[in-house]
């Protein structure tokens, strides 16, 4: 039976070593941590490693809920694929450990409370958005692509594949640029 510990952060100047203190002193035999958004399980390859080689009466170990899911889908997908391989789910912050009834019970509402916390975050970022913009200071992201040169190198008789070539850009983005010229 091992403890194999997952600590994880969302940017690369943030932080792991809290999290990692935190599963060493919990015993955990293997620890991986990824610094990645935990918006979804996409591209999190620590996880998935983790998911895919702990086995029956091993314990995925966590510091807190919110390092391992921030969605009660991807938090439930993750406990199915652990129940299946006989393994369970401990959250050191909660005192939470799956292989009770109660602590499945208790993780199950932590998530629905993850995800509302997720939303609300979510909401208070457009409303705040949506402030800047009606005060003219939130100009969103300047563009990244010259509308101008792709203007000038289509007149030359280049098509969107040079073009993207040519500019670094995707043909999709030459294409979507072209037709807005022409609206």
């Not at 970022?125 to 203007?151: C, H, N, T, W």
């Not at 040519?166 to 609206?183: D, K, P």
Request: charged share 30%; glycine share 10%.
């Amino acid at each position: 039976m091992s403890r194999i510990g997952y600590a994880r952060v969302s940017t690369h100047d943030q932080d792991l070593e809290v999290q990692l203190e935190a599963l060493r002193r919990a015993g955990c035999d293997v620890i991986r941590a990824e610094k990645k958004s935990g918006t979804s399980t996409d591209g999190r390859t620590e996880l998935a490693t983790v998911l895919e080689f702990i086995r029956k009466g091993d314990a995925l170990v966590v510091a807190k809920l919110d390092r391992l899911a921030r969605s009660v889908g991807d938090l439930d997908q993750i406990v199915k694929t652990l129940d299946k391989r006989g393994a369970s789910l401990q959250v050191l912050n909660a005192n939470i450990d799956t292989s009770t009834a109660s602590g499945k019970a208790f993780l199950g509402m932590l998530g629905v409370f993850a995800e509302f916390e997720t939303n609300l975050r979510k909401e208070r970022q457009l409303e705040g958005i949506a402030k800047a913009k009606a005060k003219g200071v939130y100009k969103g992201r300047p563009p990244s692509i010259d509308a101008e040169a792709i203007r000038k190198l289509k007149a030359q008789g280049k098509g969107a594949t040079e073009i993207a070539s040519e500019l670094g850009i995707g043909r999709a983005s030459v294409y979507r640029m072209l037709a807005q010229a022409q609206a």
